[in-house]
């Protein structure tokens, strides 16, 4: 048996710890003494020994006490406990700890070498008990995989059944299994695939971009177009040591009722925009036909006040469905910064109102992009306005813009009630307002729907940060134009 051991000894009584010591060196085994419960902890940490012998009290705590930390941290280190006198109830507590058992004297020689190597027995028994089963679960794990044909074959028949599409790849990203669905959609030649790259197969941009954003930062929802119309909606889900796997569902209808739905606002804000403008015109004529009292100026005010209301929201509506059908194609080169002046220019008003003070960094030469003015005008002024509407009196809100690795980078940040945590993904959402808007806050929750789409259909990228009470901050990134990589067309005229 191998003596070369180390066994640390952390007893309180010297003369007990001297007898040990010798005792234990006579066996060849290696000592080591701890004097307090620190230096215990570091020789454990430096040198995890090969066991442990504690006094019944150390360092003025508890050996089982002690003993149940180490534990905790070394399941399987073996620990004695020495105890001047025989005792039932220490014997319970060592055995409740999980110890190795109590040593009491009187103490030869040999009934402490001999405890120390029983101790030891059992921890290397115990150890290549746990080496076996682990190397046994391994094992088994590893077998499984890898699919056997007939498991395969189960698969295949319940997949076959499936009608969301299902793709399974190892983990070097060689197809494992198709389903039909997934065949059908890709119009794959079944199961000659199986073993083939995913990539050397599936050339689908929107597939090709969702394992390149897989390997960095999965997106839950994926939309798989297809140039026939159809499109699916794919989640990519890694399997730890076994590959991943791309489920699909087709959301075609869905996309279809969206269209619907999207098409019905359209027809409806734009017919209610003539009767709209026509209520308001007569609310100023009244006026103008014969006198009226001071309470009927009352009620006309409000009337005016209303219907603004309702056609500021029917133009927001207006808008949203023209950008998400796709409507804003104009594009001519806009230095963003002539934008924000005008933008800010007149918001000065409500600057001055409100008592906000404007804190502008604007870079030097930034390059022009390329974009539609009105809609990036109408980006600007919805983030602006909406840190000033949130922010409170006398506050500061910072505007800045400047160029980064060709990409514009807008920011705008205030000091006002910030939005909840939970709530940040859902602000761009139509109609979303966070639950902390404060009561006499007015809007409609379509500005960031809105200011979302434009900054898409620019191929920008948005995102907010933002801490209750504290503040909040919109990020826009815009490309800038680059003469090497877009080929300058003609302005378009409209
Ligand atoms: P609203 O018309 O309600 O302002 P938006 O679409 O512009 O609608 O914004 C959606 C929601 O996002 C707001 O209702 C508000 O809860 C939150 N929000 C937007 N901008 C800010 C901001 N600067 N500070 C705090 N909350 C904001």
Redesign the pocket.
Known sequence: MPKRDLVLLALDNDTILQLMQRALQAAAYETALASDRTVLNKIIQETVPALIMLGEQFDGLPGVKIAREILERFPTMPILIYAEQESLVLYKEVLQAGLSGCLYPPLRNDDITGSVERSLQRARNLGDWLRREVKRTTASLERRATLSESELKRYEFIFANIQDGVLILDEAGRIQLTNRTMEVAFDLPGKEVRGKMVSDVIDHPDIVSLLKRAQSLPLKYHEINFDDGRIYNAQYTPIGGFGSVITMQDISYLKQLDRMKNEFVHTISHDLRSPLTSVLGYTELIQRVGSINEQQIEFLDRIRSSVESITALVNDLLDLSRLEAGFDTRREFVHLENVLKFALDTMDGQFKVNDLKLQLDVGKELPELRGNPIRLRQLLD??LS??V???AKGSTISVSLQAEDSQIIFR?K?E????PQS?QAR??EKF???S??PDQ???????????KSIVDSHQGRIW?E?AMGK??T?FVVLPAHNPDKIPVINEPGH
């Open positions: 919805n983030l909406n840190a509407k949130y922010s705008v205030d006002g009630v910030g939005i709530e602000i761009f979303y307002r966070a902390n808007v806050v007015g809007g409609s929750g379509l500005g960031l729907a809105i200011v907010v933002s503040g909040t919109f």
